[in-house]
T-cell receptor, first 109, second 112 residues
């Protein structure tokens, strides 16, 4: 199956700062998704982004499927952005989503 | 909107005991999934049901069984719990498999 590597593994930001999280994949990606797990453990789907760029408020995501990576941009970070961000993708064999190990983000006030 | 609902939220078992985690979704999704999340790790797929009447193994199916009771409900059963099954379990659903996932709030299971 596909291997999913996320970087950085940990990130500490001051409130108001911008950041970029990255996902690299070992194979071509399909059905790429980004999730946020808040400090209470709840998983929220942020983006369903097989290719191209999408924006939702302060967050945006870009997937370049041919180059096997995706980026999540967080602008003007807030303390409520803290938590773990996961990316996940299906591989070309049609296997179910494989998750990366996550990026743990802490935004300090 | 309830979305995906899991019960129970917390459970403590002794080694060898059995239990069933229940999951229900009200989004009329065709596909449902069970994942486990261990400390510091991402999510690993246990079983999934692409559509009512079908179930398939995921990455880590050993020690688990599932039942797709109807379109809304998908249960996960541990027949003889082991300490290695201590984890947080998430149920998810999507309109199609694979597809955009929506998760329940998780069930924290501890096996002593």
């Amino acid at each position: 199956g596909i291997q999913v590597e996320q970087s950085p593994p940990d990130l500490i930001l001051q409130e108001g700062a911008n950041s970029t999280l990255r996902c690299n994949f070992s194979d071509s990606v399909n059905n790429l998704q980004w999730f946020h797990q808040n400090p209470w453990g709840q998983l929220i789907n942020l983006f369903y982004i097989p290719s191209g760029t999408k924006q939702n408020g302060r967050l945006s995501a870009t997937t370049v499927a041919t180059e096997r990576y995706s980026l999540l941009y967080i602008s003007s970070s807030q303390t409520t952005d803290s938590g773990v961000y996961f990316c996940a993708s299906e591989d070309n064999a049609g296997n179910m989503l494989t998750f990366g190990g996550g990026t743990r983000l802490m935004v300090k006030p | 909107n309830a979305g995906v609902t899991q019960t129970p939220k917390f459970q403590v078992l002794k080694t060898g005991q059995s239990m069933t985690l229940q999951c229900a979704q009200d989004m009329n999704h065709n596909s449902m999934y069970w994942y486990r999340q261990d400390p510091g790790m991402g999510l690993r797929l246990i079983y999934y049901s692409a559509s009512e009447g079908t179930t398939d193994k995921g990455e880590v199916p050993n020690g688990y069984n599932v039942s797709r009771l109807n379109k809304r409900e998908f249960s996960l059963r541990l027949e003889s719990a082991a300490p290695s099954q201590t984890s947080v379990y998430f149920c998810a659903s999507s309109e199609l498999a694979p597809g955009e996932l929506f998760f329940g709030e998780g069930s924290r299971l501890t096996v002593l």
